[in-house]
């Protein structure tokens, strides 16, 4: 079935800790993005990649760094996690940069 | 920063009856999407419409934009239980970045 693929679902990590959130796409989209949700705040983007080899920073970036070395996969990698960063994160894709994206289901994020 | 925002943060409506969902944006934008985020899963496009577009129709929803107010809004008729669920809006700025509203909570009563 076509669409985006995240793991973990969720995950408990120790302050401190290395993380790496994967996305995988099958839609051959050209855009991806990393979003995370938190109670009331709607989403929030972290990182985009509008195009494999090309990455840029979103709206809350500190803290989080991506990679696209291939079309499909655009993981999110928190080098040192700290509580503030537990929330849900998603993937998302959309075909040109623009128009309608498409998400994955998320993974949620637990910081303790 | 957030762009759009969702008004009523909450919604409880009787099976049969329409919701109407506001979003309120600030600055000009290419088009305007809504979205639908069952509990604990991704969100799903529902419809979009662009800037020089006035209203669109899906189904059981329907989309409205007032750019001179930079103002839409989704009206689901006929709701039914599985329409529970939370509606977000998001803009699409000039440099086709998405720009999220905190959503709307529907729950719908049987």
């Known amino acids: 079935i076509a669409g985006i693929t995240q793991a973990p679902t969720s995950q408990i990590l120790a302050a401190g800790r290395r993380m790496t959130l994967r996305c995988t796409q099958d839609?051959?989209?050209?855009?991806m993005y990393w979003y995370r949700q938190d109670l009331g705040l709607g989403l929030r983007l972290i990182h985009y990649?509008?195009?494999?080899?090309?990455?840029g920073k979103g709206e809350v970036p500190d803290g989080y760094s991506v990679s696209r070395a291939n079309t499909d996969d655009f993981p999110l990698t928190l080098a040192s996690a700290v509580p503030s960063q537990t929330s849900v994160y998603f993937c998302a894709s959309s075909r040109e940069g623009r128009g309608e994206a498409f998400f994955g289901q998320g993974t949620r994020l637990t910081v303790v | 920063s957030q762009q759009g925002e969702e008004d009523p943060q909450a919604l409880s409506i009787q099976e049969g009856e329409n919701a109407t969902m506001n979003c309120s944006y600030k600055t000009s934008i290419n088009n305007l999407q809504w979205y639908r985020q069952n509990s604990g899963r991704g969100l799903v496009h529902l419809i979009l419409i662009r800037s020089n577009e006035r209203e669109k129709h899906s189904g059981r929803l329907r989309v409205t934009l007032d750019t001179s107010k930079k103002s839409s809004s989704l009206l689901i008729t006929a709701s039914r239980a599985a329409d529970t669920a939370s509606y977000f809006c998001a803009t699409e700025d000039s440099n086709y970045q998405l720009i999220w509203g905190a959503g709307t909570k529907l729950i719908i009563k049987p």
């Open positions: 839609m051959r989209h050209n855009a």
């Open positions: 990649s509008n195009t494999a080899g090309t990455t």
